[in-house]
């Protein structure tokens, strides 16, 4: 694959970051759920939660030249590096949630500052208190100048379109924040017969397109016109079941009520990224929601990552103009960064 | 919409029952939540159940001559009819579901005596206990000649693609009953924002997507390849969570290791109704599953039913030939009931 060419300059919008290391636990938990890094041969290491391990990570993990060397190869020329999810750390008491990110946002602020040309940061706040996730928002943006956030596809069980949630989607699009909601902790996870890597494969899809649902239903996506707000791995199963609340729409005043615009334009103020590994997906979702409102998305570095996401896209017959706005320009607007070059965006 | 030509032999094999009336309750529950009916005017009726309105139904919930004009309306020539998915009764004592799921069936094979060209009986049984489920399933046959049974999704939280299902399954394959598993009390229903009526609008695409999988990893549909199986609403967002297993499936052994053959060829095994309302949804479905493993499915006569299901079919661009085959062969090879005429199916 060429790095050569208009697609040097394409964005993948959802690669995750697992620091290095991790600070010594300092609170006053008495089994805290903390990470720790053990040091495994050949670049790899085990990520320890709560005494198990929960994930091996290769150094693509935090090493900023072996993700550099990727994104090459993946024929693409920026990378926007956001936590691993199991890092938003919701479920922990705010002041062990509150160290933790912030040392995962200085380790995100640290690896841009090695390539800032390549790299773009997207940080985590801690959405279990809003006030505080607020002003996390405002540090992350005075601190760092990082102006991305991940948020999870539910805080604790509750989905991100609930009420409680609206002060903190208004904050993000007052300072200017791009919002990337990622799949977390899946609803129907108990639904699942086999080992739990199922959670990812299988429940994630169902689990993002309830949250996707929850700021349509909720009206958050309505009212706040000015939020860039994108969703991970295509926005699961949300391209169907869109056709059907858009029926429902249609034909029962009782749902069509609870709307001011159908669902099929309110979806179309969103980002969906394209970590969906399918051409006949990429299809069916430009014809959702447009070309315009689609962003490359890998899931780098972890198990089964998208290594050629711009073949998937030329597979579902994109033109080379139509690739060049999801690889570059709708990535652009997305993040707030265009670079006035290119077409606009 | 004509009732002539090819398409007047067509089968929908989604539309439910809500019996007339219910016999008094006569268990030993102190609060039974044992369904009734409030007649209301207009041919109406409201289904109380604990009190509670549940539903309020037109006489098309119960009135064969109802069904048979709206059924020459739709363009169709026979009707499948199934318990309204409420009335499966898996979180009832076992002796009361038994008894409210005898009045269903008789309620059921009752309107086939009243019309047995047009209608097609498809009972239910308690799946709470499966030794009883399976006798119940050869009473089906043996007191109605019904070879057709509606399961939920999930059995009081459990997924059907759990090991304790499985008997039921070999039971259904050897007395050869078509299985059609329906939506019900879906995962994630916690994560909705807004009326109840968004269960059936959000949640169940992403909870019949759940069922399908668990048969898939739970190996059920591969170890039980006579077994005639059928999945509500198109599999809901079943279709784009097989394409991410089709990739894992390639590409993370872990996954490879737990089935012998792809997802994408085991889901293809199985039929699936559609009730989805749109033809770009048509065409995914027709690419992923194939058109032989396809079903008309109205989900007649509640709220938002399909009242036009083979303009979407034509809408996604099917030939008459395609169309056909859908229509009336696929439902006769799925129903066990190929009458010798049209092409073999």
């Known amino acids: 694959v060429s790095t050569i060419g208009p697609m040097s300059g394409g964005i993948d919008i959802h690669t995750h970051v697992v620091p290095r290391e991790f600070p010594a636990y300092g609170g006053?938990?008495?089994?805290?759920?903390?990470?720790?890094?053990?040091?495994?041969?050949?670049?790899?290491?085990?990520?320890?939660?709560?005494?198990?391990?929960?994930?091996?990570?290769?150094?693509?993990?935090?090493?900023?030249?072996?993700?550099?060397?990727d994104l090459a190869e993946m024929g693409l020329g920026r990378q926007v590096i956001s936590p691993m999810p199991e890092l938003l750390s919701y479920w922990l008491p705010l002041s062990d949630a509150l160290a933790l990110l912030r040392h995962v946002n200085a380790t995100i602020a640290g690896m841009v500052a090695e390539d800032p040309i390549r790299l773009i940061g997207m940080g985590a706040v801690p959405l279990q208190d809003i006030p505080v996730a607020i002003a996390e928002l405002r540090y992350l943006v005075e601190a760092y100048?990082?102006?991305?956030?991940?948020?999870?596809?539910?805080?604790?069980?509750?989905?991100?379109?609930?009420?409680?949630?609206?002060?903190?989607?208004?904050?993000?699009?007052?300072?200017?924040?791009?919002?990337?909601?990622?799949?977390?902790?899946?609803?129907?996870?108990?639904?699942?017969?086999?080992?739990?890597?199922?959670?990812?494969?299988?429940?994630?899809?169902?689990?993002?397109?309830?949250?996707?649902?929850?700021?349509?239903?909720?009206?958050?996506l309505v009212r706040h016109p000015k939020l860039r707000i994108a969703f991970s791995h295509g926005g699961g199963g949300f391209a169907l079941t869109l056709a059907r609340m858009e029926h429902f729409w249609s034909d029962?005043?009782?749902?069509?009520?609870?709307?001011?615009?159908?669902?099929?334009?309110?979806a179309?103020?969103?980002?969906?990224?394209?970590?969906?590994?399918d051409s006949t997906v990429v299809r069916m979702l430009v014809a959702r929601f447009g070309v315009g409102q689609l962003l490359i998305g890998s899931d780098y570095p972890f198990g089964a990552y998208e290594r050629a996401p711009l073949e998937v896209l030329?597979?579902?017959?994109?033109?080379?103009?139509?690739?060049?706005?999801v690889a570059k320009t709708n990535a652009q607007r997305y993040l707030g960064i265009w670079d006035g070059s290119g077409e606009t965006p």
Chains 1, 2 share one sequence.
């Open 28 to 69: 006053s938990s008495i089994l805290p759920a903390w990470p720790s890094m053990e040091v495994l041969p050949c670049g790899h290491a085990n990520l320890v939660i709560s005494g198990k391990l929960f994930r091996t990570v290769s150094e693509a993990a935090w090493s900023v030249p072996r993700r550099i060397g």
């Open 145 to 220: 100048d990082l102006r991305a956030v991940e948020i999870g596809s539910n805080v604790n069980g509750v989905s991100i379109g609930a009420p409680c949630f609206e002060p903190f989607f208004e904050a993000a699009a007052d300072l200017e924040v791009a919002v990337f909601v990622h799949a977390l902790r899946a609803a129907g996870t108990d639904r699942l017969v086999g080992p739990p890597v199922l959670e990812q494969i299988i429940a994630f899809p169902g689990e993002i397109a309830l949250a996707i649902a929850s700021l349509i239903t909720g009206g958050i």
């Open 252 to 266: 029962l005043p009782r749902f069509r009520d609870l709307l001011t615009e159908s669902p099929s334009a309110t």
């Open 268 to 277: 179309r103020r969103a980002y969906y990224d394209l970590a969906v590994f």
């Open 314 to 325: 030329r597979g579902a017959g994109l033109t080379e103009v139509e690739l060049s706005a």
